[in-house]
């Protein structure tokens, strides 16, 4: 599903609902001029079809709480700032 949001000013933002990702973000320049803005794919069906990756994603890898402020990719480990008292659930 495909969600688009428009001002009168000409911006505009279209997302989708695959991994909640911003398709497009149209952004006048100072001339007026109307440009997309977001690094990504036209056909929402090529974020199904292509190798993974997180083109415009707001919700990436990890969502939801990280155990222990901590993830690994391959063979790093990413270490976060804890803002809570979490344990694994």
Do not use: H, W
């Not at 989708?16 to 036209?42: C, E, F």
């Amino acid at each position: 599903m495909i969600f688009k949001l428009k001002n009168k000013n000409g911006l505009s933002a279209t997302f989708t609902d695959y991994g909640q990702r911003l398709m497009a973000l149209n952004l006048p320049d100072k001339n007026g001029k109307i440009d997309n803005a977001v690094l990504g794919y036209k056909d929402p069906k090529d974020y199904l079809k292509k190798e993974p990756n997180y083109y415009g994603a707001f919700l990436g890898r990890y969502c939801n709480r990280i155990a222990d402020a901590q993830f690994k990719i391959e063979v790093k480990i990413i270490k976060l700032t804890k803002n809570s008292n979490y344990k694994n659930l």
